[in-house]
């Protein structure tokens, strides 16, 4: 069963470097997702992906956030500049035309 | 046993009795509802889904309700096993947001009891 993967499955990182965090998202999908979830609380909507460009972001997303479909497989998240607030799980999901989100196992990055 | 909304995080079920988990959602412009289970360490886990234009769906084991009315919507787990122990989450898609972002709820943690 094809499914949602992500790298590193841990990342440790020292506050204000910048960190890329890896997904590729099921082959035949179209539409990308980023969450988060910071320990102990609800996932939360990041940032939607569409067609090579952003569709949709939540407050949260501000300008040390990017995101890249560099290729046609690849999707990743990008932090420029990481704050010890930013340390969660991250979470991308991908989907076909239909409603459901297929979630990965997610990327934690803690900040120190 | 039972959990209310978001009140009472955490659900103790003994091995083969039924679960039935709570969600209350505020959007009422929501048309598309899943559950996620996420076991500790992974992600969410697609359990079940409904549209707004339902009230009930059934699949292997569990069923989900929804109450458009009072925007409620449950999730019941036949049976409950050990490797259903997890934390639940349901998630709400707004009918105005075509990209499909999801809103989740605060979830429940269940833990299942031999």
């Known amino acids: 069963e094809p499914e949602v993967t992500q790298t590193p499955s841990h990342q440790v990182t020292q506050m204000g470097q910048e960190v890329i965090l890896r997904c590729v998202p099921i082959?035949?999908?179209?539409?990308f997702y980023w969450y988060r979830q910071i320990l102990g609380q609800k996932v939360e909507f990041l940032v939607s992906?569409?067609?090579?460009?952003?569709?949709?972001k939540s407050e949260i997303f501000d300008d040390q956030f990017s995101v890249e479909r560099p290729d046609g497989s690849n999707f990743t998240l990008k932090i420029r500049s990481t704050k010890l607030e930013d340390s969660a799980m991250y979470f991308c999901?991908?989907?076909?035309?239909?409603?459901?989100?297929?979630f990965g196992p997610g990327t934690r990055l803690t900040v120190t | 046993g039972e959990s209310v909304g978001l009140h009472l995080p955490t659900l103790s079920v003994q091995e083969g009795d039924n679960s039935i988990i709570n969600c209350a959602y505020s959007?009422?412009?929501?048309?598309?509802f899943i559950w996620y289970k996420q076991e500790s360490g992974k992600g969410p886990q697609f359990i079940i889904d409904?549209?707004?234009?339902?009230d009930k769906r059934q699949g292997q084991r569990v069923t989900v309700l929804l109450n458009k009315t009072v925007k409620h919507l449950s999730l019941q787990i036949a049976a409950t096993q050990p490797g259903d122990s997890a934390v639940y989450f349901c998630?709400?898609?707004?009918?105005?947001?075509?990209?499909?972002?999801?809103?989740f709820g605060a979830g429940t943690q269940v833990v299942v009891t031999p």
């Open positions: 999901a991908s989907k076909s035309g239909s409603h459901e989100q297929y």
């Open positions: 082959s035949n999908h179209l539409y």
């Open positions: 992906f569409y067609n090579n460009e952003i569709s949709e």
């Open positions: 959007n009422s412009a929501s048309d598309y």
């Open positions: 409904i549209r707004s234009n339902m």
């Open positions: 998630a709400e898609r707004a009918s105005t947001d075509s990209w499909g972002k999801l809103q």
